[in-house]
């Protein structure tokens, strides 16, 4: 039994324990001498089978699922709907029990119920209380002991708050709140659990200098997500913080209780996009949690987080396939992964190796498998086009395949936005796989508790490997110029975490799209997902943005110079095929497709031809092929024709 487990465990018998105490104790308090004596000479028979009532009542009302050093309002809510659920039991009992062919009275009586309502609440909710009360207490004391750093924390007072409740827990550690700056006029003048609220965002060169002269100088600052947003204008208070020479570091999370709560050095990245689309955290849980998931290609940028993804919402087990043995060691010793319930392993194995594929999946029987492993760069994959088709067209062949064979419900295959109408090896190949995905979803169509196999289309992930931003980073460390390809090239930009939480939820929107499929023979389904990224942005402006935010001034200070576009690149990505018909999911921030299926004898014969093109290294046949699967393809040493430029706007409405 692992360690979750037996926590759960715990938690269950003392709850079933309390409640056989609260009816014993309930006689005890409101019944003496005969009385009493005959109740409880009935409690052999009357007290098991109730007892094991009462745990599938407080399994319904979720009594197992939070952690007691998290206890909060809704728990106690929980606890007073299982309770009052209970009473009612008895209350139904008591009459039956007056019926003549029983006792003919009662056997309880309406205020031996009321008074077991109230000492059965007690009991549960109680410890519960007194458990959170003695770790906070404890990290009390150890917040006042150990040397923590000073710091300041940034942001409006609801955040706040749930920040400081995380380090009164000890979830957030080694930070001692000195103040508050936030950019509500509302909040000033007030105090958070203690802690002053010193001014706005513009008071804190003032306040810094306050503490220094105190001889308590403030060593780090917080940002909380409300601190990024536009109106609390972060990208002064990113220069501001560089100036005082103080590490400004951002909150990634502020779920309840901040349970899974990281910090992280605030990048300039952060400060690039459109608010962040939020995601419905329960819906993952619910989807995640007590499954079994495999993630190839789990040591790159987006496998990576995908895996972290899965931990943070429950998986019982997560394997990583990965091809590369030092990005397998980084993402095994990832010390989120480590520090989880979840039981963590990794293997090397090559997608594109079949056999291997099939033995890691009929090994390890996943529920859900997330398809990562991929090769993305397009300059890489024009010049290497035989290794972009063997990894992305017959690697995800070989997953979806294996998959299957070993009973997945849900295949997820990572695609990008340069899939359709592709101009390069990178959206051809992306293109096909999707294709034939599709082709083996149509097949399970309308089949009871069959696999799903969807898509997922990206645009440009920031901080992602090879992504633009990570280059122009290192580009102005260096003192410039920043190297842009053409001064209209626009991207859509989506963060790692974003990425991730789109698998997810895409993932789990399939599964719940199940039963729609099934009754409508498949024509409602969607088969292809793409987060809402707002407008594209202009790379041009987007090297100009990144200088300033570093300090300096374009042009003067760093240098942008134009190179020309590569191979395989045009000026605009489109994120859906013009007659692809668009699918409502009922997801905020999310866009979906239907499939535009393709006979799987027809792309098993594409499939054939690619592979006889790539024994004979015969380029030309694999672009016939392509043309021949997507006839938006045609092969351009390069494209400087932008994709429909009414796109972006109308993707924007939907």
Request: charged fraction near 25%; include cysteine.
């Amino acid at each position: 039994m692992n360690r979750q487990n037996f926590k759960k465990a715990l938690i269950v018998a003392h709850d079933l324990v309390m409640t056989g105490v609260a009816v014993v104790a309930t006689f005890a308090v409101r019944f003496e001498g005969p009385l009493l004596h005959a109740r409880l000479g009935d409690m052999p028979v009357f007290l098991p089978p109730y007892i094991a009532f009462a745990g599938i009542i407080y399994w319904v009302f979720h009594l197992y699922r939070s952690k007691w050093r998290f206890a909060s309002l809704p728990d106690l809510f929980n606890i007073f709907r299982a309770s009052t659920v209970l009473a009612l039991t008895l209350l139904v009992i008591d009459y039956v029990l007056l019926s003549p062919q029983f006792f003919g009275s009662f056997f309880f009586g309406k205020i031996t119920i009321a008074l077991y309502w109230l000492i059965q609440m007690f009991l549960l909710g109680g410890p519960r209380l007194a458990f959170r009360y003695v770790k906070y207490a404890r990290s009390r004391n150890t917040l006042d002991r150990d040397t923590n750093t000073p710091t300041l924390l940034l942001g409006r007072g609801s955040d706040i708050e749930v920040i400081l409740r995380a380090i009164e827990t000890g979830t957030v550690k080694k930070m001692r709140p000195k103040g508050v700056l936030s950019y509500r006029a509302d909040d000033l003048g007030q105090a958070i659990r203690g802690v002053p609220v010193l001014g706005n965002f513009n008071d804190l060169d003032q306040v810094v200098q306050d503490f220094q002269e105190r001889g308590e100088p403030i060593r780090r600052l917080v940002a909380t997500p409300s601190a990024l947003a536009p109106e609390a204008n972060p990208d002064r208070l990113l220069a501001r913080a560089r100036r005082l020479g103080l590490p400004l570091v951002r909150v990634t999370s502020l779920g309840e209780g901040m349970r899974n709560a990281e910090l992280a050095p605030l990048e300039i990245e952060d400060l690039l996009l459109r608010p962040t689309v939020q995601i419905d955290r329960q819906r993952l849980e619910n989807f995640i949690r007590g499954k079994r998931v495999l993630v190839t290609g789990g040591g790159g940028s987006i496998g990576s987080e995908i895996c972290t993804r899965v931990v943070a919402f429950g998986a019982s087990d997560l394997m990583i396939v990965e091809s590369s043995e030092p990005s397998l060691h980084h993402i095994l010793e990832n010390p989120t992964l480590q520090q989880s319930d979840t039981n963590v392993d990794g293997v090397i194995a090559d997608v594109r190796d079949r056999v291997r594929v099939q033995e890691v999946m009929n090994d390890f029987r996943p529920d859900v498998v997330f398809h990562a492993a991929a090769l993305k760069h397009v300059p890489y994959l024009e010049r290497n086009w035989m290794e972009g088709i063997k990894t992305n067209v017959f690697g995800s062949v070989n997953v979806a395949d294996a998959a299957v064979e070993a009973g997945a419900s849900e295949i997820v295959i990572i695609s990008t936005d340069k899939a359709i109408d592709p101009v390069s090896m990178l959206g051809a190949t992306k293109r096909l796989a999707e294709m034939y995905g599709q082709a083996l979803d149509a097949e399970f169509m309308g089949l009871n508790g069959t696999t799903r196999i969807i898509a997922v289309r990206f645009g440009n992930v920031l901080g992602s490997v090879g992504s633009v931003v990570p280059k122009f980073k290192a580009q102005i460390a260096r003192g410039g110029p920043i190297t842009v390809t053409h001064p209209d090239m626009v991207r859509y930009f989506m963060t790692t975490r974003e990425a991730a939480d789109l698998v997810l939820t895409s993932a789990s929107h399939a599964d719940q799209d199940r039963v729609r499929v099934e009754a409508t023979n498949g024509q409602e389904r969607a088969s292809v997902y793409v987060l809402k990224m707002g407008q594209p942005v202009r790379i041009y402006e987007l090297a100009e943005r990144m200088i300033r935010l570093a300090g300096y001034e374009p042009g003067e200070d760093i240098e942008i110079a134009v190179m020309g576009t590569r191979p395989g690149e045009r000026l605009h990505e489109i994120l859906f095929a013009r007659d692809e018909p668009m699918a409502e999911i009922g997801i905020d921030g999310v866009m979906a497709a239907k499939p535009i299926f393709a006979d799987r004898a027809k792309v098993d014969q594409w499939l054939k031809a690619l592979s006889k093109a790539i024994a004979d290294g015969d380029r030309a046949a694999a672009e016939r092929v392509f043309e021949d699967a997507i006839p938006e393809f045609k092969r351009r040493q390069m494209s400087l024709q932008p994709a429909v430029p009414a796109e972006p706007a109308r993707l924007a409405s939907h």
